[in-house]
């Protein structure tokens, strides 16, 4: 009798042990989970977005750049940008920038790249860097159709109208005087040329391509051309910032290809007309 007491309770007890020993496994493989959740490869970081440049472009300077009817800026150098962006493999996105301040937003870091028809000029090259010539341009003379003038001296003592900061107000500025009240400073070429038709000045003095394309659309105005060898030839470039090499490397690639591949010659021909003369260099 005692003896069966006793072997139940032995029974009994080891029943409770191994119970006790099969929760405190499961205790112990509920608690590990977590750390195999951890030990887990984490998902990669998200790839960072391709840089997008930031091109300045005065766009009152048709055909070069301009605004349409739907606020687009549009034009020669804005496709001649697009297609070297293409070719390098880059991202682009234009702003319009007034002339004035279009330099300093470069220098500021405000913008990364210019293209607005800029001459390049000793004076220039000093505070950025200019890409390998993309457009042979001229100063051009726009008079009435009646008007006597025949040659850029003949503008000596008459009111003449330029863009402000442009190579024509450059060379205007030499001839009657930098503070010369006969020196009539315009913020666009455009708006020179209408203070022509108004009789506000006696001639305008511009690059050929915004003259020439400014008469054949308004022929209402009324205006003829005169050119003078005098004027000297000039190259237009696009600018970036003063040291910004890798920039400078990719935009002269692509501008290399879209001349030797005939995409170049193509966008030419489109605003003026026929391929250019000779290839530019």
């Known amino acids: 009798m005692t003896h069966s007491l006793t072997t139940r309770r032995f029974l009994k007890t080891s029943s409770l042990l191994i119970a006790g020993l099969v ?4 205790g112990k493989q509920e608690a590990a989970a977590p750390a195999a959740s951890a030990a887990a490869p984490s998902a990669p970081p998200p790839a960072a977005a391709a840089k997008v440049y930031v091109v300045g472009t005065d766009a009152a300077y048709a055909p070069f750049e301009s605004q349409n009817e739907k606020g687009e800026i549009v034009g020669f150098d804005i496709d001649v940008v697009s297609a070297v962006a293409k070719k390098a493999g880059i991202e682009v996105k234009f702003v319009n920038t007034p002339w004035e301040g279009i330099f300093n ?10 293209v607005s028809a800029i001459t390049i000029t000793d004076e220039r090259k000093q505070t950025m860097d200019f890409s390998a010539p993309y457009f042979d341009a001229q100063q051009l003379i726009a008079v009435k159709a009646d008007s ?3 040659k850029f001296d003949d503008l000596k003592k008459l009111k ?3 863009q402000t900061g442009t190579t024509g107000d450059e060379v205007v500025s030499k ?3 930098k503070t010369s009240t006969a020196v009539k400073r315009f913020e666009s070429t455009p708006l020179a040329l209408k203070e022509l038709e108004s009789g506000g000045v006696d001639a305008v003095v511009a ?3 915004v003259v020439i394309h400014y008469v054949a659309n308004n022929t209402g105005a009324q205006f003829k051309t005169v050119a003078d060898a005098s004027f000297t030839p000039e190259q ?3 600018a970036v910032k003063k040291g910004n090499a890798e920039l400078l490397e990719k935009i002269n690639k692509g501008l290399a290809d879209i001349k030797a591949d005939g995409t170049y010659d193509k966008i030419y021909t489109q605003y003026f007309g026929a391929a250019p003369a000779a290839a530019v260099k």
Do not use: M
């Open 23 to 26: 929760l405190a496994a499961c």
């Open 105 to 114: 937003n470069l220098a500021q870091g405000d913008r990364d790249l210019l």
């Open 148 to 150: 006597k003038i025949a």
């Open 160 to 162: 003449v109208g330029v």
């Open 175 to 177: 001839l009657i005087g």
């Open 207 to 209: 690059d050929n391509g």
């Open 236 to 238: 237009y470039g696009l």
